[in-house]
Every structure is written in C-alpha cells, then in structure tokens.
C-alpha cells in the first residue's frame, strides 16, 4: 500500500521504477532509481537506504528502464493502480518523475542517455510539461560532462534539480554527509546547476542525540544563502524537511525528528530571503 511513511523500492518488484507519495511533491511521485546497487559516493547518516555501501551506479539496462516506466505510466493513467478508500484525490496526480532512488544518480556513466529516454517516454505519453522531471543530487557530480548534459536536456522538459545542502560548514558536512567538503565549493557547484536547469537547494534538518542543529551551523546557513544572493545566484527557493523515516545507518539511534515549532521558528528567520520559494515539511 502506497504511504508518505513507506518509500520501499521493492514494492513492486522491479528493478528501476518505484512510486512514491511524496510529501514535498504532493502527489505520487514515480522514481527512477539507477543505484539498484545501493552505491553512493556519500554516506549520509540519516538516508533510509539498507545496506547502503560507497560506489557508483552500474551500466544501465536501457531496454529494462524504458519497459518498467512505459508500463508503469499505462497503470497510472490507464489502469486501476489506486486503493480508493487509502489515497486521497489529490495524491493521485503525476506530479513528477524523479530521478533519486538507492545512491547518487549522477554517479551514473550514463546520465545523459536516461534523460534522454525520460524525453522520448513522456512524449509518447503526451505528457512533457505536464510532468515535471526532477533530479534529486547532491551536487557533487556536475562538473562532469556527462550530467551537464543531462540537465541541459532536462531545462528543456519541464526539469529541475533539487540540490542537498545539509550544512553548509566543512564539520557539519563531514559529519551528516560523510564527505569533505565546505559551503564554498556547494556554493561552485550550485552556481553551474542553476546555470543549466532551474534548482533548488534541499535541506534535511533533524536532531541529534535529542538536540536541534547548533546555532554555529545555523549560521552557516544563513551566510551562505546571503552568499547565493550577493553572487546572483539563480536558485528558485529552498525545500527544507525533517526525518519522516527512520535512518538505516548506524547513527540511527541518535537521530530523531525536530518538532513542528522549530521549523515555525526556521520559517520566521528565513523571511529576509525574499528572492527564495521557502517550501518547508516538517
């Protein structure tokens, strides 16, 4: 049964496609997952993937991938894929198709040609700019060719790019995402996402061992969306959320959901941006 709580990949036992009631989408989200393997080139502590190991995603089975999303798209539209009385109305709609799933897409030697076959489906489907296409990342890989192009194909298709920054501090990203890194170089690679597709900086905040984010790492936030403004930038908002599913990785203990208030009290510092769409889902 398809939930917000419930994001298995499994569920309907394909390889690459997966749906998903998405709570930042809005609506059924259909998934296209290209790390069946569970690689990612970074380890966040509270991602919902089992097993999850360092990697990259493998060779792609094109033949596969355009089968199960044709499929999957003619049970939507066409067929009886809902439980009346479980889903309401209004989830029920495409919202978008995204490439996420069990790693980073964009590890992906073939990223381009996805997108591109995403293309050729939804215009068989009569559904380009109907549905959005969305590229959930974190950044790390678009200096490469490969992707650039992808996203290019991407701005022409409806496509946005949603873009993690988890913190935007040389300590706090080594710690939530496991990687070294600092707000400067998010800042580089941000700039040439926006550049080639509309982006958004995604944002998970939680608490850890029962304690909110600190105000050091608040801060930091805060600079380097002042940064992303004073640069000009051209994000088009911010899609902050909390832990709705509980991590599969060892710090899972010590991470659990921030209350719905300090989200309210988020929202309230973050009215000086006035140039961002703030979407925020507690």
């Given at each position: 049964?398809?939930?917000?709580?419930?994001?298995?990949?499994n569920?309907?036992?394909?390889?690459?496609?997966?749906?998903?009631?998405?709570?930042?989408?809005?609506?059924?989200?259909?998934?296209?997952?290209?790390?069946?393997?569970?690689?990612?080139?970074?380890?966040?502590?509270?991602?919902?993937?089992?097993?999850?190991?360092?990697?990259?995603?493998?060779?792609?089975?094109?033949?596969?991938?355009?089968?199960?999303?044709?499929?999957?798209?003619?049970?939507?539209?066409?067929?009886?894929?809902?439980?009346a009385?479980?889903?309401?109305?209004?989830?029920?709609?495409?919202?978008?198709?995204?490439?996420?799933?069990?790693?980073?897409?964009?590890?992906?030697?073939?990223?381009?040609?996805?997108?591109?076959?995403?293309?050729?489906?939804?215009?068989?489907?009569?559904?380009?700019?109907?549905?959005?296409?969305?590229?959930?990342?974190?950044?790390?890989?678009?200096?490469?060719?490969?992707?650039?192009?992808?996203?290019?194909?991407?701005?022409?298709?409806?496509?946005?790019?949603?873009?993690?920054?988890?913190?935007?501090?040389?300590?706090?990203?080594?710690?939530?995402?496991?990687?070294?890194?600092?707000?400067?170089?998010?800042?580089?690679?941000?700039?040439?996402?926006?550049?080639?597709?509309?982006?958004?900086?995604?944002?998970c905040?939680?608490?850890?061992?029962?304690?909110?984010?600190?105000?050091?790492?608040?801060?930091?936030?805060?600079?380097?969306?002042?940064?992303?403004?004073?640069?000009?930038?051209?994000i088009?908002?911010?899609?902050?959320?909390?832990?709705?599913?509980?991590?599969?990785?060892?710090?899972?203990?010590?991470?659990?959901?921030?209350?719905?208030?300090?989200?309210?009290?988020?929202?309230?510092?973050?009215?000086?941006f006035?140039?961002?769409?703030?979407?925020?889902?507690?």
């Open positions: 049964m398809l939930s917000t709580l419930n994001h298995d990949r569920k309907l036992g394909l390889t690459y496609i997966y749906p998903v009631l998405s709570r930042r989408s809005g609506g059924l989200s259909i998934g296209i997952n290209l790390n069946p393997n569970n690689a990612c080139n970074w380890r966040c502590i509270y991602c919902q993937v089992p097993e999850l190991k360092r990697g990259s995603a493998p060779l792609i089975n094109f033949d596969l991938l355009g089968k199960e999303l044709r499929c999957f798209l003619s049970d939507v539209i066409e067929g009886d894929f809902y439980d009385e479980s889903v309401p109305d209004k989830l029920r709609m495409i919202k978008d198709i995204a490439l996420s799933g069990n790693g980073e897409p964009t590890t992906s030697s073939e990223f381009d040609q996805v997108v591109q076959l995403i293309n050729m489906i939804l215009n068989e489907f009569g559904l380009i700019n109907s549905v959005n296409v969305v590229l959930i990342t974190n950044g790390s890989q678009i200096n490469r060719k490969v992707v650039q192009t992808g996203l290019k194909t991407m701005a022409k298709i409806n496509g946005e790019v949603w873009f993690k920054i988890d913190s935007a501090s040389r300590k706090g990203q080594a710690f939530i995402n496991q990687v070294q890194g600092s707000g400067l170089d998010s800042l580089k690679r941000l700039k040439l996402s926006a550049e080639l597709c509309p982006t958004y900086i995604q944002t905040f939680f608490a850890w061992k029962d304690r909110p984010p600190s105000e050091h790492e608040l801060k930091s936030y805060f600079s380097l969306l002042e940064a992303i403004e004073l640069n000009a930038i051209p088009k908002g911010l899609k902050i959320y909390g832990i709705a599913r509980e991590s599969q990785q060892e710090e899972a203990k010590d991470i659990s959901s921030l209350p719905s208030y300090w989200f309210n009290d988020l929202e309230e510092k973050l009215k000086r006035e140039n961002f769409d703030i979407s925020i889902t507690p």
